[in-house]
């Protein structure tokens, strides 16, 4: 069973800075071959995407936070971080990890319990 927790969240003014971080635990080595990223979900919106990596290291990310946002990865620790700069009033959102299965969990889709993210103007 793969559980993911989140930690990190909370209030800040705009313009700082927050970082996310993501452990996963269970299902073996699902975490070092997997693409783990973070996802986002405002009040009244659907979830979007935020910023991907894969397990070798290639980055996507969301037009609206490139440049400001990174995501980085330790498989060793099954971790994945979001250090998110500049942030504005638009990314308040409750922020999701999330482990998509490759190999054996290939077509597997897992998600943390989400972390709120309170940007005030």
């Known amino acids: 069973q793969v559980q993911l927790v989140e930690s990190g969240g909370g209030l800040v003014q705009a313009g700082g800075s927050l970082r996310l971080s993501c452990v996963g635990s269970?299902?073996?080595?699902?975490?070092?071959?997997?693409?783990m990223g973070w996802y986002r979900q405002a009040p009244g919106n659907q979830r979007e995407l935020v910023a991907v990596?894969?397990?070798?290291?290639?980055?996507n990310y969301a037009d609206s936070v490139k440049g400001r946002f990174a995501i980085s990865r330790d498989n060793a620790k099954n971790t994945v971080w979001l250090q998110m700069n500049s942030l504005k009033s638009e990314d308040t959102a409750v922020y999701y990890c999330?482990?998509?299965?490759?190999?054996?969990?290939?077509?597997?889709?897992?998600w943390g319990q989400g972390t709120q993210v309170t940007v005030s103007s």
């Open positions: 999330n482990v998509q299965g490759r190999g054996p969990w290939n077509g597997l889709n897992y």
């Open positions: 269970g299902s073996g080595s699902i975490f070092s071959i997997s693409v």
């Open positions: 990596i894969s397990s070798g290291g290639s980055t």
